[in-house]
C-alpha cells in the first residue's frame, strides 16, 4: 500500500503484520479441503497525516458478500441491541408512520424487522443474495445492491429521501469511503440523520482486539479519522456514543453539512481521549505489535500444555475474528479437534485456512470437553451464561483476548 484511501497521502506507517491468511468468512465445504486456497497479505497500516487506519484492498467486497456466511439474527443480544437502537431512534428522531428509513448493509433483516412491527417504512440495501433472501422472507423489504453515490440517488428517486439512514458494522467493509459516504448523503433527506456504528480503533488498540483485523474490514475509524472520512461525502459528525459491542464501537450520528449546526460536547471528549491515547501521534500504534504476539505466544501455551496433560479444548463460535486468530497462531485440528457454531449454514465445513470442522453446539454437551475456547470474545456476558452448562461437567471458558483468561462456570 502505498497511497491511503481517504485522503491519497503516501505517509503509511505499519501498525501490524500479521502474515497471509484467507478471507476469513470463506468456510470450506469438505469437498473443497483438496484445493488450493487463496490467502492474502493481512498488514495493518496508518496514514500518518489523516490517521485512518487501514489495510491494502487485496479482496473485492464482491468476492466477500456476493454469498456470505454472517446472519445477524443468529446473536441474541445482537437482535437485542438492535431492537433497543430502533426504539431510541425512533423518539430521538421523532419517527412517525410518514418516515422512511433505510438501513445500509440490512443483513437478513434483523434491525429493519422492528421497524416493520411498528409499521414504520423502511427499505434494507443488502448486497448479500442469501441473506437478504432471507431478510425478504422475514416481510423486510430489501434490495440486493451494493451502495455507491448512484445506487443512493436511485433508492432516493424511487422510494423518496430518507429521515434515517442507518449503517451498522459496514462502514469499516468498504474500500471506496468516500463513495460509499457519498452513497450516505444520496439517500438522507437534506435534514435528515445518518447513524452509523463501527468498531473504534480506540479499543482495538488498548484492548489487543487484534482478531478484528481481517481483509473484509479495509479501514479501522477512531472518530478523528471519521470526521474526515464523513466529511469526504458531505455529511457532518454531530455527536457520538461509545458502545459496548465488538468489544468497544462508536455510534457517530451525522447530518448534511448544511444542517449540522454545532457538535455535541461528547464528541470533544472522545477525540480528548483518542488524543491523549495517542493516536494522532505514530506514539499510540508502536506497542501494538508486541502486545498481539504475547497474546499469540500465551495462547499456544496453554493449548500446547492442555495437549500434553492429556485435556481436550475444543472451541465456541466461528466468527470472522476467530479466523484471524486461529490463522495468526496457527491453530489446527491437533490443537483444536472442533469448534461448533449456531448458524447451521457453517455446520459441516471448515475454518479457512487451519481446517477446524465447524459442528453443532450440541456436540460440546455431548463430548463434555475440558476446556471450550470462545473465538467471539465480544460476546462474553451472553456466552458465559449460554456456556454455564459446561459447569456441570468441570470445564472451563478460555477468553483469549484482551489476555488470557479461565473461567469458572456453573454451579
Request: hydrophobic fraction near 40%; charged fraction near 20%; charge should be negative.
Amino acid at each position: 500500500m502505498t497511497r491511503c484511501r481517504l485522503c491519497g497521502s503516501e505517509a503509511m506507517a505499519s501498525v501490524v503484520d500479521l502474515g497471509a491468511t484467507p478471507p476469513c468468512e470463506s468456510f470450506l465445504a469438505a469437498d473443497q479441503l483438496d484445493l488450493p486456497e487463496p490467502a492474502y497479505p493481512l498488514h495493518l497500516r496508518v496514514c500518518t497525516d489523516c490517521w485512518l487506519a487501514q489495510i491494502p484492498p487485496l479482496i473485492t467486497p464482491e468476492e466477500t458478500f456476493k454469498e456470505y456466511a454472517y446472519f445477524s439474527s443468529y446473536s441474541t443480544s445482537w437482535v437485542e441491541h438492535a431492537r433497543a437502537f430502533v426504539a431510541d431512534a425512533v423518539e430521538r428522531l421523532d419517527l412517525g408512520a410518514d418516515a422512511f428509513v433505510v438501513e445500509v448493509a440490512s443483513n437478513d433483516g434483523y434491525l429493519l424487522k422492528h421497524l416493520v412491527e411498528r409499521g414504520i417504512r423502511c427499505l434494507g440495501v443488502e448486497p448479500s443474495v442469501n441473506v437478504g433472501a432471507a431478510a425478504r422472507e422475514a416481510g423486510v423489504p430489501t434490495l440486493t445492491e451494493f451502495l455507491d453515490p448512484d445506487t443512493g440517488s436511485r433508492v432516493r428517486a424511487e422510494h423518496g429521501p430518507a429521515n434515517l439512514v442507518v449503517a451498522n458494522n459496514v462502514y469499516a467493509h468498504i474500500p471506496d469511503v468516500v463513495g460509499f459516504t457519498k452513497g450516505l448523503r444520496a439517500l438522507v433527506a437534506d435534514d435528515g440523520w445518518v447513524s452509523i456504528e463501527v468498531q473504534h480503533l480506540l479499543t482495538l488498540i488498548e484492548e489487543n482486539q487484534y482478531d478484528t483485523i481481517y481483509h473484509e474490514h479495509f479501514q479501522y475509524y477512531t472518530v478523528a479519522s471519521a470526521i474526515r472520512a464523513l466529511a469526504s461525502g458531505g455529511l457532518t459528525l454531530v455527536d457520538v456514543e461509545l458502545l459496548p459491542t465488538h468489544g468497544g464501537s462508536i455510534r457517530l450520528w451525522a447530518r448534511p453539512s448544511e444542517a449540522a449546526g454545532e457538535p455535541s460536547a461528547r464528541v470533544a471528549e472522545v477525540l480528548d481521549r483518542e488524543k491523549a491515547a495517542g493516536l494522532q501521534e505514530l506514539s499510540g500504534y508502536t506497542e501494538f505489535s508486541a502486545r498481539v504476539a504475547k497474546v499469540r505466544r500465551d495462547l499456544l501455551k496453554f493449548l500446547i500444555e492442555a495437549a500434553e496433560r492429556g485435556e481436550t479444548v475444543v472451541g465456541y463460535g466461528a466468527p470472522g475474528k476467530g479466523n484471524t486468530l486461529l490463522n495468526h497462531c496457527g491453530i489446527r485440528p491437533d490443537l483444536l479437534p472442533y469448534t461448533v457454531d449456531r448458524n447451521p449454514y457453517k455446520h459441516g465445513r471448515f475454518t479457512p485456512g487451519t481446517r477446524v470442522p465447524i459442528l453443532p453446539p450440541e456436540r460440546i454437551a455431548a463430548d463434555r470437553p475440558d476446556y471450550v475456547l470462545v473465538l467471539p470474545w465480544n460476546l462474553r456476558a451472553e456466552l458465559t451464561e449460554q456456556l454455564s452448562f459446561v459447569g456441570e461437567w468441570g470445564g472451563r471458558l478460555v477468553f483469549p483476548i484482551p489476555e488470557l483468561s479461565i473461567v469458572e462456570v456453573g454451579a
